[in-house]
């Protein structure tokens, strides 16, 4: 069972809204019931949001399922990185590297 907080679960029930596809009205097509899981306010309870809905959304799959998520230093979003010195999610680390390849081309021009 995985812990939310307030703004991780509102961001679990507007992907459930949006994405999965056995909610219908609020209410779950395998269930034939109200929807679980946007009842829970605290926990993941539904399996089928775990498997198929939650990894179409990166950002919150590696904040709730990766134990080595890391805070990216530029963005602030999560990210799983691939070792241990990875500090910029993907967008913001090609970045950080156009920026350096820039500063780096600009002191090499200086030195001729």
């Known amino acids: 069972m995985i812990k939310l907080d307030y703004n991780q ?23 034939d019931d109200v929807c679980v899981q946007l009842i829970s306010q605290h926990n993941i309870y539904c ?11 990166k950002n919150l799959s590696a904040e709730l399922l990766s134990e080595n998520a890391k805070r990216c230093e ?18 913001c ?11 780096y081309m600009r002191e090499k021009r200086m030195k001729c």
């Open 9 to 31: 679960a509102r961001k679990v029930h507007k992907l459930i809204r949006k994405e999965c596809c056995n909610c219908v009205e609020n209410n779950c097509v395998l269930m």
């Open 47 to 57: 399996n089928y949001f775990l498997r198929a809905v939650l990894p179409l959304d």
């Open 74 to 91: 530029v963005c602030g979003k999560y990210f799983t990185p691939r070792n241990n010195s990875h500090k910029y999610c993907d967008n």
């Open 93 to 103: 680390s090609e970045v950080k590297r156009n920026e350096y390849m820039k500063n």
